[in-house]
């Protein structure tokens, strides 16, 4: 019903920058909440950011707070993840995803209904 396709991971040295976006079909972009996870080799995949509809709150996981920005565009259908101060702890594939419960800014996986394929990035030292 909804895509969503992400891009702009890439290599970085520590200590560069990073910006996502994530791209949504369908025309009920305004509606959603998005967010923004992470998954590493192994590991499970974490809570980044996320955003309500309307921009009313954005919600961090501690991990990223201060260094990464969420932001959204509905005019563009696009949510993008800006990604400072880049360490090699945050190498993972990154995921956008999107709630059809647009006031709220959900740390689970079971709270978002869409996912994206994911967009590698890898921090090198």
């Known amino acids: 019903q909804v895509q969503l396709v992400e891009s702009g991971g890439g290599l970085v040295q520590a200590g560069g920058s990073l910006r996502l976006s994530c791209a949504a079909s369908?025309?009920?972009?305004?509606?959603?909440?998005m967010g923004w996870f992470r998954q590493a080799p192994g590991e499970e995949r974490e809570f980044v950011a996320a955003?309500?509809?309307?921009?009313?709150?954005?919600l961090y996981s501690d991990s990223v707070k201060g260094r990464f920005t969420i932001s959204r565009d509905d005019a563009k259908n696009t949510v993008y993840l800006q990604m400072d101060s880049l360490k090699p702890e945050d190498t993972a594939v990154y995921f956008c995803?999107?709630?059809?419960?647009?006031?709220?800014?959900?740390?689970?996986?079971?709270?978002?209904?869409?996912w994206g394929q994911g967009t590698q990035v890898t921090v090198f030292s």
């Open positions: 995803a999107a709630s059809l419960d647009g006031r709220s800014t959900h740390r689970v996986v079971i709270g978002y209904d869409y």
């Open positions: 955003v309500t509809r309307n921009r009313a709150r954005t």
């Open positions: 369908g025309r009920s972009f305004s509606d959603y909440a």
